[in-house]
């Protein structure tokens, strides 16, 4: 394994990194990893709808910066003393890409400090019983991003504040507040390490011995800042524009929540988009533009979703669920 060593705070540096990395840079080696943070920001799921899932005022008002990454899974609030891991993986095996595989070594490195971590829930890291990471893959080709987040010193306050959070996600857990179900590493921590000390720790248990370091040369950098300004900075990708619709459905499962709104015309469903905060197996855009020109009748969505298989576009969601998600 080689560590992409860089401490640049720009999230959309870092997306671009991972993008670069994992499709353009060889360098030797089909197994990447990088240890990194952010400005105050908020990142986007890939498949969320971002005027919903934030407090646009505060977050205005506070200067945090919003962008949209590549895999899906909730929004989450990241700061300077919020630290953030990415595997990037060529050529990867598919039956060892399981969130479990990339997070039992951060799982490790967190015991090694003393901290009763454990993986549990979809794609959470837990230290006694409060969430402390979340997960989320992307893949493309013959190549695959995991990536993570750990609140170490976080403003849990700006969590709080900056992330508009859908009572069913706080219901369905039994939760009073966000406030109450994460917690950070520094509550829990034995002896005093600061943010530095502790990402100097982790990213050694980790790599263990043998591992190379990787420092970007002015070539990638200028490579990656373009892939930044082409994609992670642009309106287009943050926000883009949503489709005028008349009926939308909200349903949430296991493998994480789906808005599917649905233009309707004469009972043909002329335009589809699907938001939420599940993770993607597959092309979701394949699957808006499948059931474009479909009748909006359960039994013609049903042979569709049977005939193309379009539930393998989502991560452990059934063609039960699927159809449940566009229809009664």
Wanted: glycine share 8%; with cysteine; proline share 2%.
């Amino acid at each position: 394994m080689t560590y992409i060593e860089h401490d640049n705070t720009d999230p959309c540096f870092n997306f671009a990194a991972e993008e670069y990395f994992m499709g353009e840079k060889d360098i030797g080696d089909d197994n990447l990893f990088m240890f990194w943070r952010t400005k105050p920001t908020l990142m986007i799921g890939r498949f969320q709808n971002t005027v919903e899932e934030i407090n646009a005022a505060y977050a205005e008002e506070n200067g945090l910066q919003i962008v949209r990454r590549n895999s899906g899974g909730g929004t989450i609030y990241t700061d300077e003393k919020t630290w953030q891991f990415s595997f990037i993986v060529k050529n990867y095996d598919k039956n060892a890409c399981g969130f479990r595989h990339f997070t039992e070594p951060i799982v490790e490195a967190m015991q090694n400090a003393g901290l009763r971590a454990e993986f549990g829930g979809r794609n959470d890291l837990f230290i006694e019983g409060k969430k402390v990471s979340g997960n989320a893959q992307f893949r493309r080709q013959n190549a695959m991003v995991h990536h993570g987040s750990i609140l170490f010193a976080t403003d849990l306050e700006a969590l709080v504040k900056s992330i508009s959070v859908s009572d069913d996600k706080i219901v369905s857990k039994g939760i009073k507040s966000v406030r109450e179900r994460v917690t950070r590493i520094t509550d829990h921590l034995k002896e005093p390490m600061d943010e530095t000390a502790f990402r100097d720790f982790m990213v050694k248990s980790i790599l263990r011995t043998g591992a190379s370091v990787y420092r970007p040369s002015s070539f990638d950098i200028r490579r990656i800042e373009e892939i930044a300004d082409k994609k992670f900075r642009t309106w287009e990708w943050n926000y883009g524009s949503s489709p005028a619709f008349n009926i939308e459905r909200k349903k949430r499962f296991s493998s994480g929540g789906i808005t599917v709104n649905l233009s309707v015309n004469k009972g043909v469903i002329e335009n589809c988009k699907i938001y939420g905060d599940f993770f993607a197996s597959g092309d979701i855009e394949a699957v808006e533009k499948a059931l474009r020109g479909i009748p909006y009748e359960k039994s013609a969505l049903a042979s569709l979703i049977a005939e193309q298989q379009l539930h393998t576009a989502f991560y452990s969601l059934g063609t039960e669920e699927l159809l449940e998600s566009l229809i009664e």
